[in-house]
């Protein structure tokens, strides 16, 4: 035990600790970009800006966590061998994940109450597959596997409810934002497919990468998905309602 925190420690204050510090600055930074389009931008985006700053500060406050050696918890496999798991990231997930696809749904739906139904499965289907990842990573020997598969079940349904349901909403253009919704849609799908090749190669699955390199990982994943998404979505917000201004000041 004695042995296994000792390289606990030297695993984490290496490399490991500069990508979890960068991220937390990378999120503070993206919090303070969005709360300033907030203060400037026109009030009835509000909501879409406030949902980004929300999921970003999050994030930072859960990379502090982690940065500062907290939120992990050490996981002895079947054969002896003790390696690091950072819940904290499912605690990050378990609330900016659903905040995500609530920015995309309004993107579709314009608002929740056009169709609630998608909107409460699709959080649902998301938290149980944060919940049940949970379950894996912290879950030694081989019956993590069995928690996985649960989980990318529920990774499906979010796909399908995005892809069915939330996409005809977008085709059918009720909300001014609607043709977002697309590039939206491709950014999370592509990159969110990518967390659990990223689990299944590193420490918690088949052990392919190093700590540091999954931390690193993630890193760059959470930065995109967040910052990166963000961008996209409260830029295109801001550019739609300019042009609606403008369009409305030469009619
Ligand atoms: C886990 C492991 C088990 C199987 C599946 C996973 C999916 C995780 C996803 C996470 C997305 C996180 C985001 C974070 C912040 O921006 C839990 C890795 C399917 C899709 C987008």
Not at 9 to 30: D, Q, R
Not at 122 to 135: E, H, P, Q, S, Y
Not at 150 to 171: D, E, H, K, N, T
Request: proline share 2%; hydrophobic share 60%.
């Amino acid at each position: 035990m004695q042995l296994a925190l000792l390289q606990v420690n030297e695993i984490v204050t290496g490399a490991t600790n500069f990508w979890l510090w960068f991220a937390t600055g990378g999120m503070t930074l993206a919090t303070l970009l969005f709360l300033y389009w907030a203060s400037t931008g026109q009030s009835h985006n509000y909501h879409h800006y406030m949902a980004g700053a929300a999921i970003t500060l999050w994030a930072a406050m859960m990379y502090i966590v982690m940065a500062t050696g907290g939120g992990i918890a050490l996981i002895t496999e079947p054969t002896g061998e003790t390696r690091i798991f950072y819940f904290a990231r499912y605690i990050d997930w378990a609330i900016t994940t659903p905040l995500l696809l609530l920015t995309l749904a309004w993107v579709a739906l314009g608002s929740i109450g056009r169709n609630p139904q998608v909107v409460l499965s699709l959080i649902v289907a998301d938290v149980a597959m944060i919940l049940t990842g949970l379950v894996s990573g912290a879950t030694a020997g081989a019956f993590k596997w069995f928690w996985f598969v649960v989980s990318c079940i529920f990774f499906a349904a979010v796909l399908y409810l995005i892809w069915g349901p939330l996409q005809s909403a977008a085709r059918s253009g009720i909300t001014a934002e609607s043709s977002l919704f697309f590039p939206l849609a491709i950014i999370l799908t592509v990159l969110w497919l990518i967390y659990p090749v990223v689990f299944f190669f590193g420490t918690e699955g088949i052990g392919v990468f190093s700590i540091g390199v999954e931390v690193f990982l993630f890193a760059v994943l959470d930065i995109l998905a967040k910052v990166g998404f963000g961008i996209v979505l409260l830029g295109g917000v801001r550019r739609i309602t300019e042009q609606g201004r403008t369009r409305a000041a030469t009619a």
